[in-house]
């Protein structure tokens, strides 16, 4: 039977560190289970999650925890691309084996300049060595940040060698004209996720499969009322809010300001860590976030008594 | 006492892999042997090695196949910089318990646009963790890849903090102003080596280290003599011989072309394989490469029978 693909809202949930910089399984536990009770998807390991600063040991710990724990794994995306095709291939195959719904899978992003030929066997080689119809990829495209652009050729090719693994795509490019033209290509089944929900509607009303948005981590249960309103007259209203707080949000750097509002909201500072590169907002732009943030009445309901 | 640090010529050794792509201990140990048998260093899992397109697994066990099987750990320089912190502390933490001289250690490379704050963070706790003197790190400046530039304060800082373990530098700018800024700075025992050896001369001349050379896996002997004759009359004709050579493959993208090379000269053509995203040369680009290095009379004595 065929694994019914993704559709609707997903985080990629950010990873709380403990005093040591380990990843903190129980913290994470408590803010999936929260997500969840909003109807958003867990894409844990994705950019939001500072999925490439965990090893692949670490994931596979953090993935056994959470579902050992109690969380469905047909609820999960979780970032299994690496830059070493043995690492993905690893995290894939445990990800299959485990139950996840899905994977977001990155391209590998050291080299540079890559060819289409080269991310092609890159793909088809994990396809092939994790061998099963149960993998089912998401492809992320992120040229800002892997520098490694999913064309469209190659999807075409993918979607023609291995149909049944080639679920869809995120698309974090930020130009809706992208998004637009994926959408426009009519490929069975193939869901196209916005990389922000400030393209929510616009990807609902052109046949898209919903968005997977960092802030989903904060403002989950208004995105994913726009997603189950979108064809209500309301919709417009309610994508307007949600650029409010997006468009605020992401004036800082969006990691660190992430984990700043969990960490207020759920009146635990611990969330502030972060694992070098990344560091914390400075006192300053935390206060001034927060400050924002309460002046547009927003509220995490339900998150501190987690 | 304090490790003697590094001088001289080091190659990023190329990667051999089996027909499954796995790496191939027995063809690596070769070319390792047969660099190390012309005075070149072994930099093992550079750029150039693929070392970021192998698991963290894959290298540690690629280092102790060399190194029991007779390799000297004093010559060895392995890349150990990962994206995930966990990475690089278990991989330098082998690399110093296997006795390697140093190693070259990238900065994080996923995430774009962190700071020098981040960075220093990412190489302090690394040190810290490690928590030995015999962890000397080359730091490793190649902007263009890792998007993450070393910056002069950076290096400030930690020579500041950790002068026992900030050995020195690869600078794979490609910008001979910012490898003479780096000398001018007179910092003790501050090893400088450029990227290229189309550096070498000028490297030497300002008081610099040696070089870290891709091609050092192909033209190590020549290259090798100009770093014991830099001081001679015929250093100049020298540096002109290495850039005609360099210059040449350097038109080709690099690593596939290095494979193809040894390939050719080791008549043994498994060399050509590369993991995903890396491709080998097209027929023609690889025939046109070999004739244009016959013309010049290159030759690569001694791989053959090794």
């Not at 193939?190 to 898209?208: D, I, K, P």
Request: proline share 5%.
């Amino acid at each position: 039977m065929a694994i019914e693909r993704f559709h609707g809202v997903l985080a990629p949930v950010i990873t709380p560190f403990d005093t040591d910089l380990r990843p903190d399984a129980e913290r994470l536990l408590n803010h999936c289970r929260w997500l969840l009770a909003q109807n958003v998807g867990l894409a844990v390991f994705g950019t939001n999650s500072e999925g490439n600063s965990l090893s692949v040991d670490e994931k596979i710990d953090l993935l056994d925890q959470l579902i050992d724990r109690g969380i469905d794994s047909t609820q999960m995306m979780p970032g299994t691309g690496c830059c070493a095709l043995t690492d993905s291939v690893r995290l894939s195959t445990h990800a299959v084996r485990r139950g996840c719904r899905g994977v977001l899978m990155l391209p590998p992003f050291y080299y540079k300049h890559v060819s289409d030929e080269g991310l092609y066997q890159y793909y088809a080689q994990i396809i092939e060595r994790v061998g099963s119809s149960a993998l089912q990829i998401y492809l992320y495209h992120i040229p800002a940040v892997s520098q490694a652009p999913i064309h469209l050729s190659l999807i075409e090719r993918l979607l023609k060698d291995y149909p049944k693994n080639i679920a869809g795509i995120k698309d974090s490019s930020g130009d809706w004209s992208n998004t637009e033209m994926l959408l426009q290509q009519g490929w069975d089944d193939f869901h196209v996720f916005a990389g922000s929900e400030l393209f929510l509607l616009q990807n609902m009303r052109a046949g898209g499969a919903g968005c997977i948005s960092a802030t989903a981590n904060i403002n989950a249960a208004a995105i994913n009322q726009l997603y189950r309103q979108w064809k209500t007259e309301d919709a417009k209203r309610l994508q307007q809010c949600l650029n409010k707080v997006r468009l605020l949000v992401q004036q800082y750097p969006l990691i660190p300001a992430l984990k700043a509002i969990v960490g207020h909201y759920a009146a635990d500072l611990s969330w502030e860590r972060l694992r070098p590169p990344l560091v914390a907002l400075s006192p300053i732009q935390k206060q001034t976030l927060l400050q924002q943030l309460e002046k547009n009445h927003f509220s995490m309901p339900g998150l501190a008594e987690n």
